[in-house]
C-alpha cells in the first residue's frame, strides 16, 4: 500500500493561497495546539495527526467560498475551528475581525493565547452563546460553527444574528440532508450547499434570509 503524505502546510494546496506570514500564524497556532492538546483535549485524540488536513484545512475552505466576509462571529469555537483559521487567513486583511464564543473558560485561555503569540485579528466572547447573542449589536458579515449542533439547533442558537440579514456557513458531515429536512420544520431560510473538499461525504451550508415559520 502506498505511504500516506505526512500531514503539514502541504495540506491546504488548492484550498487557499497562503503567504509567508499567513504560514506562520497557522504554524503558530498548531504548534500551541500540540502543546495544550494534552491538558485540555482540544481535538479529537485520533485526529491529532492529521491536524493539518482534518482541521486546518477544512475550516480554510471558508475563507474563498465567502472572500468579501470581513467581520466573522465563530460560535462554540471549541478549539478555534474553523474560528482562528479563518482569523490566521485574514491577519493581513485591513479591518478583519473574528469574534470567537466559547463557554469554556479553559479553552478560552487557549484562543486568546493563540490570538496574542499569532498577532491575529481575533476577539475572545467568553460566555454561553445564548448569552453572549442576546444584546449583540456588531455588524457580522458571516456566523461559522464547526462540530458543534444540529443545523436547526444551529439557526436558533445564531438567529439574534441571522434574524436581521445575516449570513452563515455551516461545516456539515454525512448528515447534513436530514439535518436540512428537519430544521425546515421551524424555520425557512435560502440554502447553498457548497460540497466540502476534506470530507468527501460532508458539506459547507450556506444560510441567508432565514425566518421562523409561524412568525
Same mark, same amino acid.
Given at each position: 500500500?502506498?505511504?500516506?503524505?505526512? +500531514?503539514?502546510?502541504?495540506?491546504?494546496?488548492?484550498? &487557499? =493561497?497562503?503567504?509567508?506570514?499567513?504560514? +506562520?500564524?497557522?504554524?503558530?497556532?498548531? @504548534?500551541?495546539?500540540?502543546?495544550?492538546?494534552?491538558?485540555?483535549?482540544?481535538?479529537?485524540?485520533?485526529? *491529532?495527526?492529521?491536524?493539518?488536513?482534518?482541521?486546518? @484545512? =477544512?475550516?480554510?475552505?471558508?475563507?474563498?467560498?465567502?472572500?468579501?466576509?470581513?467581520?466573522?462571529?465563530?460560535?462554540?469555537?471549541?478549539?478555534?475551528?474553523?474560528?482562528?483559521?479563518?482569523? %490566521? *487567513?485574514?491577519?493581513? &486583511?485591513?479591518?478583519?475581525?473574528?469574534?470567537?464564543?466559547?463557554?469554556?473558560?479553559?479553552? %478560552?485561555?487557549?484562543?486568546?493565547?493563540? @490570538?496574542?503569540?499569532?498577532?491575529?485579528?481575533?476577539?475572545?466572547? +467568553?460566555?454561553?452563546?445564548?448569552?453572549?447573542?442576546?444584546?449583540?449589536?456588531?455588524?457580522?458579515?458571516?456566523?461559522?460553527?464547526?462540530?458543534?449542533?444540529?443545523?436547526? =439547533?444551529?439557526?436558533?442558537?445564531?438567529?439574534?444574528?441571522?434574524?436581521?440579514?445575516?449570513?452563515?456557513?455551516?461545516?456539515?458531515?454525512? =448528515?447534513?440532508?436530514?439535518?436540512?429536512?428537519?430544521?425546515?420544520?421551524?424555520?425557512?431560510? +435560502?440554502?447553498?450547499?457548497?460540497?466540502?473538499?476534506?470530507?468527501?461525504?460532508?458539506?459547507?451550508?450556506?444560510?441567508?434570509?432565514?425566518?421562523?415559520?409561524?412568525?
Amino acid at each position: 500500500m502506498p505511504r500516506e503524505a505526512p +500531514d503539514g502546510p502541504e495540506a491546504l494546496a488548492g484550498i &487557499v =493561497d497562503v503567504s509567508r506570514e499567513t504560514l +506562520d500564524r497557522l504554524q503558530t497556532y498548531v @504548534a500551541l495546539l500540540r502543546k495544550w492538546q494534552p491538558a485540555e483535549n482540544l481535538v479529537a485524540p485520533s485526529t *491529532l495527526g492529521e491536524v493539518w488536513r482534518r482541521h486546518v @484545512a =477544512d475550516s480554510a475552505q471558508i475563507v474563498p467560498l465567502f472572500p468579501a466576509a470581513r467581520t466573522v462571529l465563530d460560535i462554540g469555537s471549541g478549539g478555534g475551528f474553523p474560528g482562528l483559521v479563518i482569523a %490566521c *487567513l485574514l491577519g493581513g &486583511v485591513a479591518g478583519a475581525r473574528v469574534h470567537l464564543v466559547e463557554s469554556n473558560s479553559r479553552k %478560552c485561555a487557549f484562543l486568546r493565547r493563540v @490570538a496574542a503569540e499569532a498577532r491575529l485579528p481575533a476577539t475572545v466572547r +467568553d460566555g454561553r452563546i445564548e448569552a453572549v447573542l442576546a444584546d449583540w449589536r456588531d455588524a457580522v458579515d458571516l456566523v461559522t460553527a464547526r462540530a458543534l449542533a444540529p443545523l436547526g =439547533d444551529l439557526l436558533g442558537l445564531a438567529a439574534p444574528v441571522l434574524l436581521h440579514g445575516g449570513r452563515a456557513a455551516f461545516h456539515k458531515g454525512r =448528515d447534513f440532508r436530514r439535518e436540512i429536512e428537519e430544521a425546515s420544520q421551524n424555520w425557512t431560510f +435560502d440554502l447553498v450547499v457548497h460540497k466540502s473538499r476534506i470530507d468527501a461525504d460532508g458539506a459547507i451550508l450556506e444560510i441567508a434570509n432565514l425566518a421562523r415559520k409561524g412568525g
